[in-house]
C-alpha cells in the first residue's frame, strides 16, 4: 500500500538557546517566513479541562513551539527559503535573537 504525506503542519521546539519562541518567530517574518502558533495554551491550562495537574514539561512545550509553513503548494524555492531563514537564525548568535 502506498501512502502520500498530507502535512498541514510542521511544528519545531525553539529551545532557550535559541531565546523567545516569538522573538525567533518575528526575525522569521522579517525575513519572509510566517509561523503559526497553533496550541499557545496547554490542553490542562484551558477553561474547558483545566485542572490542578502541575505539567511542567507541558507548560515549556506550549511556549517554545512554532509551526513553519508546510503545504502542498509550496514550491521547491519557497521551502528552501524557510529552511535557508531558520538555519541563518539558528545559527546566528543568541544576542542577535534578542534584539
Known sequence: MEYEA??????????????????????LQQAGTGTSVHYPVPLHRSPAYVTAIDLPHTDTAAEQVLSLPVHPGLTTAQIENVAQAVTTLALAPAREHAA
Request: hydrophobic content about 30%.
Open 6 to 27: 498530507h502535512g498541514h503542519q510542521y511544528t519545531v521546539r525553539i529551545g532557550a538557546a535559541l531565546g523567545d519562541r516569538d522573538t525567533f518567530a518575528q526575525h
